[in-house]
């Protein structure tokens, strides 16, 4: 387990943002990645109705049983508690991945932009590293006490080197020097506040950078819409009903679960690509 400490959820909370966090040893961390690579090499070709990418890159936790099982990991889970209390709900689940000596970016930007929850202090995203996360490899950059911020303007990209669905980015500049690099090693994880301003750079170096995305919410969120989007209880009690739970997955790839993957997808792009130009690799245009 990973209990924080009082000064860690309190630099938390000061400067939104947290690492590193070790919530695994090196060698479970190994284990993961392999299984997840063979996962990856079964299905590249296995006749699924999507792209594996998109599996891979939204809710991954619907369909893929190893997802679901990183984002309900006793240690990442006990170190989120530390920052959102007793009662946690696992999101999504995302696995963002950049290729050896590839120039994919993720543009500087706050998670909570586009998914239709306002400017919240219950939402946070825990990232694993699967493989070792460093400058040469394009760890996130994060800018410290940003979260104090509201949704910043942001402007869509839709650049084929951008691994975010819009290509969002902020129409703020930010310096070299404003920016703190989360390096991590496998085993590790960072949190972060859905409105801390993030990016990172390209992967100049020889190995996959491997890193798991999990996003956690309080039950009471409810999305500013009135959808009832989907959210796992994965620690503690949800007295507010506000989630819609997902069947967690027997399988990978059942029939069942990939209605309701659909049905997630069809519901979240309507938030997602609200006022978007043109539709995204991942999502229809609204």
Request: charged share 25%; net charge negative.
């Amino acid at each position: 387990m990973t209990r924080l400490s009082k000064e860690q959820a309190e630099s938390y909370w000061k400067d939104g943002y947290l690492f590193p966090i070790r919530v695994m040893s090196e060698t479970d961390a190994a284990e993961l990645r392999a299984a997840f690579e063979a996962f990856e090499a079964e299905w590249l070709d296995n006749g699924l109705p999507l792209p594996l990418n998109t599996y891979k890159r939204i809710n991954a936790q619907v369909v893929m049983p190893l997802a679901h099982q990183m984002g309900t990991h006793p240690g990442i889970l006990e170190a989120v508690s530390g920052v959102l209390g007793p009662d946690v709900m696992l999101y999504s689940v995302e696995f963002l991945i950049k290729e050896p000596q590839t120039k994919a970016v993720v543009t500087m930007h706050q998670d909570l932009t586009y998914w239709g929850m306002g400017e919240i202090d219950g939402l946070t995203t825990a990232w694993l590293a699967l493989s070792p996360a460093t400058r040469e490899s394009g760890c996130m950059d994060v800018v410290r006490g940003s979260h104090k911020n509201t949704i910043l303007p942001h402007v869509d990209t839709f650049d084929d080197q951008n691994l975010l669905s819009r290509g969002q980015e902020i129409r703020v500049d930010v310096a070299d020097a404003d920016k703190t690099a989360l390096t991590l090693q496998p085993g590790e994880i960072s949190l972060h506040h859905g409105l801390t301003i993030h990016g990172s750079g390209p992967n100049s170096s020889d190995d996959r950078r491997i890193g798991v995305v999990i996003r956690y919410l309080v039950p009471e969120i409810v999305k500013s819409g009135g959808e009832r989007d989907f959210a796992h209880l994965a620690l503690g009690e949800d007295r507010h009903n506000n989630w819609e739970p997902y069947p967690v997955p027997t399988g990978p790839f059942t029939p069942d679960a990939l209605a309701v993957y659909d049905k997630i997808r069809k519901l979240q792009t309507s938030v997602m690509m609200k006022g978007a130009a043109k539709a995204s690799s991942f999502y229809e245009k609204a």
